[in-house]
């Protein structure tokens, strides 16, 4: 939303289609919405042609953005609209790529470097299980195989890092279609005070959805190994995990150090950062990008992550915080209880990642940038036609 606001100050009309229930077609403001039922799968796409093609031939506009579909519309829902107009989308996760949504071998020892298709079956990446039964996988698979050959058709593509860009490129997009647009730290007015002085009591942070994927299990092991310090933590956030993360708490024995607080607002979110002493990023499956690190830099918070995804794209090694291999979690421990003890090299680190920040927090270029690629597809589908 953020985002739309900014394109409407400088003049520019939006209107919003969006894949839910809700009947209402406008929000009473000057911004016209539109919603249609979810269409995941194939056929239920069938049953919204009529309906979208009226809307996009009643708005006519100048660039049709979609936003990432994966499992909410379907594919032949995507490819009416960008056959209707000059199509722009952005990817904001790796679901496309990935028939288990990890982008984890099976194993879960290391990330997957396997473009998508039939391979995942075959090579028994992708298994029948008590939740997937083969008919669901092979349908799954023939899902996946038509939305990536929509991927491939769009004017371009909008990615968060260059790891994504990759991931793009290796799944068989023209990499003249794909553009890396970095995210940018949206800073409101309760974030407008900062400290650079590092928590004394040893608080370890971490930000996320609580989901498997996050690594937050892995986490509470990671804390497990953290003996020779004395440490505490918060976990902030809410997910899916939550009762997996609860109960691994306490059969480690570590309900006294750890505390889950669920979901928080902007402005106690920012005394958090402020009152910790680190930020921990233990994310598994590839990040398309990791906002919470340049939260934790801004607030001079140095960052320990494992090197997955586009994660080291704004995470300097041994400069604004320590870069782990995945899986490796007795050396991810090691690297917080050294920030732990080390106070004027987390002092250190979170200085630099102040000055490494500072990139990514001009809302103006990223408009800027995104109005830039509207125009490009703009003229090469004047060209075209």
């Not at 024995?253 to 990023?281: F, N, P, R």
């Not at 500072?358 to 597809?377: A, M, P, T, W």
């Amino acid at each position: 939303m953020d985002i739309l606001d900014s394109l409407e100050k400088k003049g520019h009309e939006n209107v919003v289609l969006y894949s839910a229930l809700n009947e209402s077609e406008e929000n009473g403001g000057t911004r016209k919405e539109y919603f249609v039922p979810p269409s995941p799968g194939l056929r239920r796409g069938f049953s919204l042609f009529g309906r979208i093609r009226k809307i996009v031939s009643h708005e006519k506009p100048d660039v049709i953005h979609i936003h990432g579909f994966h499992g909410n519309t379907s594919p032949f829902v995507v490819r009416i609209l960008r056959k209707m107009g000059p199509s722009v989308h952005t990817a904001h996760d790796v679901l496309a790529f990935c028939l288990n949504h990890k982008k984890i071998h099976g194993n879960e020892e290391s990330t997957c470097t396997r473009p998508v298709g039939w391979g995942c079956l075959t090579s028994g990446c992708v298994r029948p299980s008590r939740e997937m039964d083969m008919r669901f996988i092979i349908k799954s698979a023939i899902v996946q195989h038509i939305e990536m050959l929509q991927y491939r058709r769009f004017n371009k593509i909008i990615v968060a890092s260059d790891y994504m860009k990759k991931e793009m490129i290796r799944n068989g997009i023209s990499p003249d279609r794909v553009e890396c647009l970095y995210y940018f730290l949206n800073v409101e007015n309760d974030w407008a005070s900062r400290v650079g002085e590092i928590g004394k009591d040893n608080t370890i942070l971490y930000v996320g959805r609580i989901e498997k994927n996050k690594g937050v299990v892995e986490f509470i092991e990671i804390l497990s190994m953290i003996r020779d310090v004395s440490w505490k933590a918060k976990i902030i956030g809410y997910g899916n995990a939550g009762d997996e993360v609860r109960n691994k708490i306490k059969v480690m024995g570590l309900s006294e150090k750890i505390d889950m607080l669920g979901h928080v607002t902007h402005g106690e979110l920012s005394q958090h950062y402020i009152a910790s002493s680190l930020v921990a990023v233990p994310s598994c499956y590839p990040e398309p990008f990791g906002l919470v690190g340049l939260e934790a830099m801004y607030f001079g918070r140095p960052v320990v992550a494992f090197n997955v995804g586009g994660i080291g794209e704004w995470l300097k090694d041994k400069q604004t915080g320590f870069l782990v291999e995945f899986p490796d979690r007795k050396l991810f421990a090691e690297k917080i209880e050294c920030l732990l003890r080390d106070k004027s090299l987390s002092e250190k680190f979170g200085k630099n990642g102040q000055e490494e920040v500072k990139r990514f927090l001009s809302k103006e270029d990223h408009i800027n940038c995104l109005l830039h690629i509207y125009q490009g597809v703009i003229n090469n589908w004047k060209t075209r036609r």
